[in-house]
């Protein structure tokens, strides 16, 4: 719980100083008439520009949005973006699919298809903006009227302060949805416990095993087999676990996470086809697989609907 709050303070305060030196206004002014074009206020920018970094401080940060339906959009399209929790495991899959070598001869592959994730999720969540606001029964006409504000110094106690109260309403409100979804993931990778002198990792025989061996068929078409799907299932505390759990699930030890990300990489490049791994790849663009995410966007709009 307490790993998010850094994004959620550091990032607030950027937004705050922001905000105080008069820039956000002028950013949301500028911006308006192209996210007017698929259905969003210009302030929604701030929100969508935060998420990158992390999905919670984004939804929480949606609040600025006056129009109810303008700030669902927003928040639901907040986990589109590709969020910093994403990256060890596009770091995993490119490693695994992408040939390391130069386009042009000078822009490198795996950076060039990082790149275009990033690219594919602002455009996808561009999209279902545009389809939300041609669907939608009521449609409102997003209008900015607004006073510039004075560029002025920003005063950093403010700053802080609030910052620091955002980061407090976080661990106050979302953190005791997160501890106990926390609490039932562990349960389910920890027991029951492996038998003495196990020939297989640990986590094999666990609920979370058995539940994976289960759903295996309904992911099969995917191209995902038992081990893949029970990673799925820790990976829901955090998307980078998924890291770690794999490489528990396919005895793999190593003393850092770069020699883990490499020696895994490898192994699952030879054991699963190019298809699978894009699958996967496709799979973290878009599931909302993240606990946190998911209980700020419970209290954010007051209901599981």
Known sequence: IVVF??????LFILINALEDFGYLGRAAFLLDFLMRKVGLPGKAVIPLLSSHACAIPGIMGARIIENPRQRLVTIMLSPLMACSARLPVYTLLIAAIVPNEKVFGFIGMPGLVMFALYAFAIVTSFIIAFVTKATAITPTASRLMM????YRVPKMKNVLYSAFQKGYLFLKKAGTVIFVL????WGLVTFPKAPENASEPAINYSAAAKIGKTLEP???PLGFDW???TALIPSFAA???????????????A??????IDNLSSRMGSEYSMASLLALLVWFVFSPQCIATIAVMKKETNGYK
Not at 241 to 251: D, E, F, K, R
């Open 218 to 220: 309904a992911f099969r």
């Open 5 to 10: 709050v850094p994004h959620i303070v550091f």
């Open 239 to 253: 998307r980078e676990v998924l890291v770690s759990a794999m490489g528990t699930v396919m005895n793999l030890d």
């Open 227 to 229: 081990k893949m799907t």
């Open 182 to 185: 926390s609490i039932i993931i």
């Open 255 to 260: 003393e850092d996470d770069e020699k883990l």
């Open 147 to 150: 006073e510039l504000p004075a």
